[in-house]
Every structure is written in structure tokens, then in C-alpha cells.
């Protein structure tokens, strides 16, 4: 049985119950029929992306931009004036932006390495933030982050946008109303089939327009190397936690959502570079990690280079293995397939059909940020949630580091009896930039 005296959070009563606590103040000066103004930090990838998200609505006003690279500030300058007619203003330290004090709202769109500082320092300036996931690349940073939104009394939104899809949203709902039975396993899994090897290439100059010790910023000195850089970042240790921080932190969340459980006994995890042993990257390309609840196993799959043919060639998902039947889901749709052989079968039941998704996802997620700022609505994915599903995806990551079974137990945020895991926890920082202390 589960030890109920640790915890991985210790609000994880709210979390089990998928209980949001509604945002106790509203941003200073932003009434609900008034305009929020928005900056973004980080504005190459997924941070433009929900930009544009945010954009769609109305009560949006983009009033700044900041990138270390100006060639991408550049081009996102001129995509806003295109779409907006007006021209926000640019810059190239975040601190600055910070500073504006038009701005109601931050969207930090930058590598994993820059989340914490930038989330805590966008509270402490009074603002909102909508900050991508993971929420941290550390442990230390994951609690940072916690701490700094209750000490401000932020709005506070994780970028897990699945939290605000319906059809994910219905099928937890079917699983919580015992509908196929005791579930006994589940499985997640992300193939990343389009994901080829990163030739190893000559560490060079940094580009004139990049600002690179402040890409860098807390992460350690390294000569500039294109594979580090922008997107291919998610590969290195420095940065990231490759696809188990990347895909990992969405499919996990709802294994552990759909199973209204959070806390394992264990983690233990292997795989390496099976696919391209000798490429530049860093994280596994090919990695299983089992976490132990007692009763049950979730199982996290990853692989780059293949897609696999998961449960009708679903490149990735979640499958909650019942009695009488598996729930599968994923971006596309839920369905249940029926067991129809087992000893545990139930005589009659027939499953689900396919129902696909509906709505965007993405959308639905800004626009309940804008709320949660204007109205006081509950947000779909706080930072409670963000940071717990952080937490467990690390573990997964140490165990693999390890190449051993981990213990976590939350009342000390230690590993269990184990020096070596307990290394993984703290963020290391780069002077001068220092953990914000909250």
C-alpha cells in the first residue's frame, strides 16, 4: 500500500480531487471589461504560437517583445504589425520588459533552463504569466515556482493545454465513473517519428544578432553550438529534459489525473541512444520508465525516429488498461476498446466508440487565462499542477541518470536513503544569475 503520509505535494489534495482554487486577487488595474496587454518572452517557437492563441482575442493588446536573437524579434515584430496593425515594442532583456508598466501579462515562451527565473521575476513585477511547460528544469525550481506565485498572488498559467480539451477532460470523467472496471496498468507514450539524428558539428562564433551569454543565462558556459541552439536545446541536459520533459509532462499528467492517484512508491527507468548512438544529442532517444503504485504500474515509452503502431498507429497517447475494457486517448479523440476474452470481462459491454476531439485546445487555454486575469475564473492548469507533473517527469529522467530504482519522499524532498538521486534536485546556477529567493 501507498504510504498516504507522503506527499508529493503538500496541496495535493486539491490536486487529486482536479480541484483548481480560484485566483484570490485580480491583476491590479485590469477590470473585466478592460483591455490586457501582453508581452512575450521568447518569441521563435511554441511562445509565438500562443501569442497568435492569444491574439484571436479581442481584449488582447500586444505591447511588447523580447528575444535574445534579433533576427527572430524581427520577424515576430513584423508578423504582430501584420495581424494587428500596431507595433508592439521589442526587447532583448526580459528585465526590461518586466519593467513596462502597461504590461499586464507575460507569456515566457523560452527554453525549460529560463522558466523559473522568468516566471518569478514576472510575479514579483505584479504581473500575470503564462508559462510553458515544463514549469521547471530542476525540482528546486519546480518548489521556486510554487512559492514565488503564492507569495505575489499571481495568476499563474502552465501551458499544458490538454487541461482545457474537452474530449481529454470526458474521458477522465468515463475512467472516475469506474465505467471499465479496476485498472491494473497504463501506459504513455510518445513516438517522435519525424525527429531525425543531429549530426555532431564544430562548436563557432556565436551569430552577430544573438545575444549569447544571455541565452545562456543561468545554464553554464559553453562555446555556441548550432545544435544547442534554438529549437535543438530540448536535447541537452543544460536546457531540457528531452521528450520526457517535453511530451511527458502532457501525457503523464493525464495518466495521473485519469488514475486519481499522484504519488509512486517507486521509479526505475532504462534505455540510452539505441537509435543514433553516435549523434550529438544528449537525452535518450529511446526510453521506458516504470513508476510503482502499489496496485497498479504507469508506464512512460518514448522513442524518436519511429512512430510505432500503437493501438491503431497512434504516434502518442495514454491507455488505461481496465477489466473490462483499455481507454485510449489521445489529441485526436478517446475511445474504449472492450476485452472480449479475459477472465475479468464484463458480459455485454461493448466500449466506446471513437469520439474525436473537438474545439482547440490551445484556444480554450489562453482564453481561460484571460479570464482567470479579468473574471477571477479557475484556472485549468495552475501552477500546482504545472510543478507536480514536472516533479514526476524529472524522476523519471534521475532514474534513467542513474540507471537505477528512486525513491521520493516528499515530507523531506529527498530521495530516500540515496545520495546520488539527491544531487539531481537543486538548480545550478551561473553567476551572476542566482534561484530567486521566495
Known amino acids: 500500500m501507498i504510504d498516504t503520509r507522503r506527499k508529493f505535494l503538500k496541496q495535493s489534495a486539491a490536486l487529486t480531487a482536479g480541484a483548481i482554487v480560484a485566483p484570490a ?37 500586444v505591447v511588447a517583445l523580447c528575444d535574445v536573437d534579433t533576427r527572430v524579434s524581427d520577424r515576430r515584430l513584423s508578423d504582430v504589425e501584420k495581424k494587428t496593425g500596431k507595433k508592439p515594442l521589442v526587447y532583448g ?10 504590461i499586464d501579462a507575460v507569456i515566457v515562451g523560452t ?37 514565488a506565485q503564492k507569495r505575489y498572488r499571481s495568476v499563474v498559467q502552465v501551458g499544458q493545454w490538454q487541461r482545457s480539451q474537452p474530449h481529454w477532460l470526458d474521458a477522465v470523467q468515463y475512467l ?45 558556459k559553453r562555446p555556441f553550438n ?10 541537452y541536459w543544460d536546457y531540457a529534459g528531452g521528450v520526457m520533459c517535453d511530451w511527458g509532462v502532457h501525457l503523464l499528467d493525464f495518466a495521473l489525473f485519469g488514475m486519481n492517484r499522484y504519488v509512486p512508491n517507486s521509479a526505475t527507468a532504462v534505455g540510452g541512444k539505441y537509435a543514433f548512438p553516435n549523434d550529438a544529442m544528449e537525452t535518450p532517444d529511446t526510453m521506458t520508465t516504470v513508476y510503482d503504485f502499489g496496485d497498479f504500474n504507469i508506464v512512460w515509452d518514448h522513442t524518436i525516429g519511429i512512430y510505432g503502431a500503437n493501438y491503431s498507429k497512434r504516434g502518442h497517447g495514454v491507455a488505461f488498461i ?36 473537438t474545439g482547440n485546445g490551445l484556444d480554450n487555454h489562453t482564453r481561460n487565462f484571460l479570464d482567470a486575469i479579468k ?6 492548469c495552475d501552477i500546482e499542477i504545472g510543478a507536480h507533473i514536472a516533479r514526476f517527469s524529472h524522476l523519471g529522467n534521475i532514474a534513467y541518470r542513474l540507471g537505477r530504482k528512486i525513491v521520493w519522499d516528499a515530507d523531506t524532498h529527498t530521495f530516500v536513503n540515496d545520495p546520488a538521486a539527491n544531487e539531481f534536485i537543486n538548480a545550478r546556477y551561473r553567476l551572476p544569475w542566482t534561484l530567486p529567493k521566495v
Open 25 to 61: 486577487i485580480l491583476t491590479a488595474g485590469c477590470s473585466p471589461n478592460e483591455t490586457v496587454n501582453v508581452g512575450l518572452i521568447g518569441c521563435l517557437g511554441q511562445g509565438f504560437a500562443d501569442l497568435e492563441s492569444f491574439m484571436k482575442n479581442p481584449d488582447v493588446n
Open 322 to 357: 481496465g477489466e473490462y475494457g483499455t481507454l485510449v486517448v489521445d489529441r485526436g479523440g478517446w475511445e474504449v476498446i472492450p476485452e472480449d476474452k479475459s477472465t475479468g470481462k464484463k458480459e455485454g459491454y461493448t466500449g466506446v466508440e471513437l469520439k474525436s476531439a
Open 111 to 147: 527554453p525549460d533552463h529560463w522558466h523559473c527565473l522568468q516566471m518569478a521575476h514576472a510575479c514579483e513585477a505584479g504581473k500575470s504569466v503564462y508559462v510553458e511547460k515544463p514549469v521547471g528544469n530542476s525540482i528546486q525550481e519546480c518548489d521556486v515556482m510554487v512559492a
Open 375 to 380: 473574471k477571477g475564473a479557475k484556472l485549468n
Open 176 to 220: 472516475h465513473d469506474g465505467n471499465i472496471g479496476r485498472i491494473r496498468g497504463v501506459k504513455a507514450w510518445s513516438n517522435v517519428g519525424w525527429k531525425k539524428s543531429i549530426p555532431i558539428v564544430p562548436d563557432t562564433e556565436a551569430p552577430e544578432e544573438v545575444d549569447y551569454d544571455m541565452w545562456l543565462g543561468p545554464a553554464p
Open 226 to 235: 548550432k545544435n544547442r541552439f534554438h529549437a535543438s536545446f530540448r536535447w
Open 93 to 102: 532583456d526580459y528585465r526590461k520588459l518586466l519593467e513596462n508598466r502597461d
